[in-house]
């Protein structure tokens, strides 16, 4: 069996990122802020699929959205975490399924 290799998908990424802003009940610019981005356009640029968030700005509306990196980036794999026996770490993923289950 051949690995596929993993690709990200720039426009559902986005799409992603936007859908979870709404769904925090933020605004474009609340991110502009929390992100000290000089102009919203770039957050804009994210949502049409334009192009992606630096890595830095990616760990950033991890933090903002309290959810891992995995959670905002959407490709060609399926979403999959390693099982951990770590309560909290359990619980942001019953979380994320929780949200992802409303959302659909």
């Known amino acids: 069996m ?6 990200i998908d720039i426009e559902k990424t986005g799409q992603n990122i936007k859908r979870i802003m709404k769904m925090r009940g933020l605004t474009v610019k609340d991110i502009q802020a929390s992100l000290e ?10 949502f049409d699929g334009w192009n992606l968030p630096t890595l830095d700005n990616l ?28 309560a ?4 942001i993923i019953m979380y994320y399924e929780k949200i992802v289950q409303r959302t659909s």
């Open 2 to 7: 051949e690995k596929r290799y993993p690709v």
């Open 88 to 91: 909290v770490y359990r619980r």
């Open 37 to 46: 981005l000089s102009i919203p356009q770039s957050v804009y640029h994210w």
């Open 59 to 86: 760990y950033a509306l991890s933090e903002l959205f309290c959810l891992p990196i995995d959670a905002l980036i959407k490709g060609n794999r399926e979403f999959e975490y390693r099982q951990t026996e770590d």
